[in-house]
């Protein structure tokens, strides 16, 4: 018959102490019990190993070969049930060698990840960081399954199962080259209909390109052309030298006007400001380490939108 469902860590705790004191009454003292107590747990001791396992030999207990036997094994049930229901241990950032994996778009990656890199390297130079692009599809089965701790990214409808903290807000603007002959620091809806765009690829999984989108159909509108390319720094790139036009975040516009030829125009539509938050899993709520991470990342949220 199996004894595992009558064994009881309160019991096995017990065996430990009696072999340690090897007597009934200092075992019954140590454990604030009475002997009546520690002697009947000591007869279902016996009842379960099917054993003695302690015999007494004048003022003492000799323990039987059985009771030295499943020593080993009985103190290391108990190390492991001390390891799951204690406290987790403080993380230490100087220390740990975790690695992290976050998700975000390329706005967040350039605004925030070189100085969460600085950050981390002050105060935990052995943890790493893995910041891949966003899977918008595999997203919540990946922070379910801990493939990915955090998701930095603006949704219009959060997954309701998700825990947030806001990092940041932005707003969308439009950029062209400085001289564009139907642009002068004003933009018409005509203009901004039938002139080409520039815009970043992805656009199924783009909250920025979506929400235009979605506002135009509301108007019964649709931009005309668009051309896709890989980062939002090709697209300033290629705005600067074509009569093309590009909708992006206004910190990114501001951060490429010192680069390239560019003017920057408010958009003839009405759009949601941008509003980027971290985002992750219940399963990593209680995480120590995955707090640390958190609020280092607000905070960097933080330092960024005040010097932006």
């Known amino acids: 018959m199996n004894n595992f469902n009558n064994i009881e860590i309160k019991l096995l705790n017990l065996f430990v102490v009696l072999l340690n004191e090897r007597s009934v009454s200092n075992t019954a003292e140590r454990l604030a019990m009475t002997q009546p107590a520690v002697s009947l747990a000591l007869a279902r001791l016996r009842e379960l190993f099917h054993d003695p396992l302690l015999l007494r030999s004048g003022r003492r207990m000799t323990p039987t070969n059985r009771a030295l036997q499943i020593e080993g094994s009985v103190r290391s049930i108990l190390d492991a049930y001390n390891a799951l229901t204690n406290p987790p241990a403080a993380f230490e950032p100087s220390q740990s060698t975790r690695v992290f994996v976050i998700t975000a778009p390329e706005h967040v990656e350039l605004r925030l990840i070189p100085t969460l890199l600085t950050k981390l390297r002050e105060l935990a130079p052995k943890v790493q960081l893995e910041v891949k692009a966003p899977n918008p599809e595999r997203s919540f089965e990946l922070l379910e399954t801990g493939e990915v701790d955090l998701r930095l990214a603006w949704l219009i409808h959060p997954n309701i199962a998700l825990r947030s903290l806001q990092c940041f807000q932005d707003k969308m603007v439009c950029i062209a080259k400085s001289n564009h002959p139907?642009?002068?620091?004003?933009?018409?809806?005509?203009?901004?209909?039938?002139?080409?765009?520039?815009r970043t690829l992805g656009a199924r999984g783009n909250t920025t390109n979506r929400v235009i989108d979605e506002t135009l159909h509301g108007l019964g509108k649709k931009i005309s052309m668009s051309f896709q390319m890989q980062n939002f720094a090709t697209v300033a790139n290629a705005v600067s030298s074509t009569d093309?036009?590009?909708m992006i975040p206004q910190s990114?516009?501001?951060?490429?006007?010192?680069?390239?030829?560019?003017?920057?125009?408010?958009?003839?539509?009405?759009?949601?400001?941008?509003?980027?938050?971290?985002?992750?899993?219940?399963?990593?709520?209680?995480?120590?380490?995955?707090?640390?991470?958190?609020?280092?990342?607000?905070?960097?949220?933080?330092?960024?939108?005040?010097?932006?």
């Open 252 to 308: 990114l516009a501001v951060k490429f006007s010192g680069q390239f030829d560019l003017q920057i125009i408010d958009p003839p539509i009405r759009l949601p400001r941008i509003k980027y938050a971290a985002y992750w899993h219940e399963r990593s709520q209680n995480d120590i380490g995955h707090q640390w991470l958190r609020q280092l990342i607000v905070k960097v949220a933080k330092e960024s939108s005040t010097q932006s």
């Open 182 to 198: 139907r642009i002068r620091d004003h933009l018409t809806l005509n203009d901004f209909l039938s002139i080409p765009h520039a």
């Open 244 to 246: 093309m036009i590009a």
